[in-house]
C-alpha cells in the first residue's frame, strides 16, 4: 500500500507494517517536473520507453501535433492530393466522380453499364461494342 505524507511530502511503501521512503519532495528540484494538471513544459519531452509511451482518451483534435504515423503507416503510404504519384490496389468509387484532364488506360476498362459520350471518343488498337 502507498501512503503519501502531505505535510512533509513524503510517498512511502507499507510494507509487513513499516513504511519504506519511496520518494521525498525536495523544493530545489521542482522546475524539473511536471505537475499532473495545470503546469507548462518549456522545452522538449523526451521518452525512453519500449511500450506505449501515451495513452489518450480525448476525441479532440489536437492542433499543431505532429505525428509520424496513422496506424503504422508512414505518410508515404498515402496518395497526396498535391502531387503526381502511381497508386497501386484496386480501389472502387461509387457515387458521381467528375474528372477534369486526360487519362490513359493502358490496360483493358470493363464498362458494366451503360457508356455515355457526352462529346467525343476516340478509340484505337482493338475494340469490341
Known amino acids: 500500500m502507498l501512503v503519501f505524507d502531505v505535510l512533509k511530502k513524503i510517498l512511502y511503501l507499507k510494507y ?12 530545489k528540484l521542482t522546475e524539473k517536473y511536471v505537475n499532473k494538471t495545470g503546469d507548462k513544459m518549456t522545452g522538449p519531452l523526451e521518452i525512453d520507453y519500449d511500450g506505449v509511451p501515451l495513452k489518450i482518451k480525448s476525441k479532440e483534435l489536437v492542433k499543431n ?42 490496360n483493358s476498362v470493363d464498362i458494366n453499364g451503360e457508356l455515355k459520350v457526352k462529346s467525343e471518343a476516340t478509340f484505337s488498337g482493338q475494340t469490341h461494342f
Open 65 to 106: 501535433l505532429n505525428v509520424e504515423y496513422l496506424q503504422g503507416k508512414t505518410p508515404d503510404n498515402f496518395a497526396q492530393k498535391d502531387k503526381d504519384e502511381i497508386i497501386n490496389g484496386n480501389w472502387r468509387f461509387k457515387g458521381s466522380n467528375v474528372h477534369d484532364g486526360h487519362n490513359d488506360f493502358n
Open 16 to 27: 509487513e507494517d513499516e513504511l519504506l521512503l519511496l520518494l521525498e519532495y525536495n523544493d
